[in-house]
């Protein structure tokens, strides 16, 4: 269950520098993706286009993946995708407490990732606080003010580093009866926070990246994000 220990003081939609300057009206359990961008009225360029690359990496890492890629690396025993937990991991808040636009990225990634499968949790997993609030509990905050159901957010609000992360959030996943973890985070950060998962005990089903460094960088998570549901992850 999400944590109230640190409320949201943002109240605008994602992306926008002036909070307060709108109020959000998400309700619905299902996300409107479009309307993520909306503030009165007016379309957030910007971030209509990061979703709509964020749900075509989703989609070639969960849908399907190249031929020419399927041998690059050993295949993995077929995985379990009937409930997977979506771990969503933190970055360093600014030292009022607010969210990094890096972290809002990765949220809306995971939100994303969310609505291909209605039956699993988001786990949040991130401390380090500021100002009070912590990681964890401001991406919880961003969740629910977006509509998704706080029933579905797990909040783990100790960790202060990648390899906390992965040793609290795996043993949150198998408690909560998943079949194993899709890992949401940056380009930059997928290949390091995969090895402390996979060194945990995580099963890792799939890993999904915002992108968020040069091109080169970014094609290549990319491509392994399509291969990783079929693939060895760590």
Not at 77 to 103: C, H, N, Q, W
Not at 116 to 125: A, G, L, R
Not at 175 to 198: E, K, M, P, Y
Not at 203 to 228: C, E, H, K, W
Request: hydrophobic letters at 40%.
């Amino acid at each position: 269950m999400a944590s109230n220990d640190h409320p949201v003081e943002w109240t605008a939609s994602v992306g926008l520098s002036n909070a307060g300057e709108c109020r959000h009206d998400y309700t619905g359990s299902t996300i409107n993706l479009i309307s993520l961008s909306r503030c009165g009225g007016h379309v957030r360029r910007r971030w209509k286009a990061a979703a709509g690359a964020v749900i075509l990496a989703v989609a070639a890492a969960l849908g399907g993946m190249s031929p020419a890629l399927s041998h690059a690396e050993p295949a993995a025993a077929a995985k379990d995708f009937s409930k997977p937990a979506i771990v969503v991991l933190g970055y360093g808040l600014k030292p009022d407490g607010t969210m990094r636009e890096i972290l809002r990225r990765r949220v809306l990634t995971g939100l994303i990732v969310a609505q291909f499968f209605p039956q699993s949790p988001i786990i949040v997993t991130g401390g380090n606080p500021q100002n009070g609030k912590t990681e964890a509990g401001q991406m919880a905050g961003m969740l629910q003010l977006l509509g998704f159901p706080a029933n579905r957010i797990m909040v783990e609000d100790k960790a202060n580093s990648t390899v906390q992360n992965a040793r609290f959030s795996v043993p949150l996943a198998k408690q909560a009866g998943t079949t194993g973890i899709i890992l949401v985070t940056s380009t930059t950060h997928q290949g390091r926070a995969d090895g402390d998962f996979a060194d945990a005990g995580g099963n890792m089903l799939a890993t999904v990246s915002y992108p968020d460094g040069n091109p080169s960088v970014n094609v290549a998570q990319f491509a392994r994000d399509a291969i990783s549901p079929f693939v060895n992850v760590g």
